[in-house]
């Protein structure tokens, strides 16, 4: 697969990057996830936000997408108040290990257990 006019275009801040570049974008447009059942709804939203502008595709013969479940979510955000940026930042590290997974940077991780939001000023 080449990239076409219009892919150059949409993917040029991409392709400027020595881990992507166009060998890469070409395997992020070729390459697709697939959703588990049990991750959170809000991370796994963030999760494929990211990944669709990254130019993988959700599909069934993809690699699973690691999302955290809603109760991992709920340890990170450390309080209710913080249940929506906890999702969303935990999806996008979902995406972001899942695009160093696709690239062949690095295995996928998961975020530590140890760590967590804190609304106190």
């Given amino acids: 697969m080449n990239l076409d006019a219009a892919a150059r275009r949409r993917y040029a801040r991409q ?3 020595g881990e992507i570049g166009e060998a890469g974008q070409v395997r992020l447009l070729e390459a697709g996830f697939r959703l588990g059942a049990d991750g959170d709804a809000d ?5 494929v ?19 955290p479940n809603p109760s991992a979510v709920m340890r990170f955000a450390g309080s209710p108040a913080l249940r929506e940026p906890a999702a969303a930042i935990m999806g996008a590290f979902s995406a972001v290990e899942h695009l ?5 940077i690095a295995a996928a991780r998961e975020l530590s257990s140890e760590l967590t939001l804190s609304d106190e000023g």
Avoid: I, W
Wanted: charged share 25%; proline share 0%.
């Fill in 15 to 17: 392709l400027l990057l």
């Fill in 43 to 47: 991370a796994t939203a963030a999760a």
């Fill in 49 to 67: 936000e990211y990944l669709e502008r990254a130019g993988c595709v959700a599909d069934e013969t993809g690699a699973l997408l690691r999302v």
């Fill in 100 to 104: 160093k997974e696709v690239l062949g």
